[in-house]
């Protein structure tokens, strides 16, 4: 358990305090904003380091993890299915990178992503749409080899999901800074 406080600790959804113990920590649109950033930055990088470095087996994985996702894909699919589908794509396309600190800095990330996707109706129908297409779109132009094409692919699927999220977050009136 104490090892689970600390990860959950260090991907900031958890503050531990001598006497007070354990609080969970609301995730509010700056955060938002932080991981989507960083997000936005980070995940060009790794698709196009997933063409120069990734092998076949990590492409087969990522095109795995899309099909996966695709045959979810019914107006019954829970939000944490759909979450937890969407991650393992990204996930994939990290490790196809090749660059562990790219994937550790990642790993801090996957988990905050994560809860703003299941707290964000992310099994909706246009989600579900967009998802795929933003997905579908990113394998092909890795199969490519088409690296400009990648990234501009991936800097797409991250600001559609960011702008859902934000919008999200903003009608719900929890925009808290």
Avoid: C
């Avoid at 380091?49 to 092998?55: N, Y």
């Avoid at 490790?95 to 809860?115: C, D, F, I, K, T």
């Avoid at 699927?157 to 009136?173: K, N, V, Y």
């Amino acid at each position: 358990v104490r090892d689970a406080f600390v990860v959950l600790e260090r991907e900031g959804l958890i503050r531990s305090s001598r006497h007070r113990g354990v609080q969970v920590v609301e995730l509010t649109l700056d955060d938002l904003h932080e991981i989507y950033t960083l997000r936005s930055a980070l995940e060009p990088l790794a698709v196009s380091l997933a063409i120069e470095r990734g092998t076949e087996s990590d492409l087969a994985e990522i095109e795995a993890a899309l099909a996966e996702f695709t045959a979810a894909l019914s107006p019954r699919m829970s939000e944490r299915t759909a979450a937890d589908l969407d991650v393992r794509f990204h996930d994939a396309i990290y490790r196809a990178a090749q660059h562990e600190r790219l994937y550790g800095v990642w790993s801090n990330l996957r988990m905050p992503a994560y809860w703003f996707m299941l707290s964000r109706n992310v099994a909706s129908a246009q989600w579900r749409a967009e998802t795929a297409s933003g997905h579908t779109r990113i394998v092909a132009t890795i199969r490519d080899g088409n690296a400009d094409e990648a990234r501009e692919a991936t800097s797409e699927h991250i600001r559609t999901g960011f702008t859902r999220i934000e919008a999200s977050f903003l009608a719900r009136g929890t925009g808290k800074t």
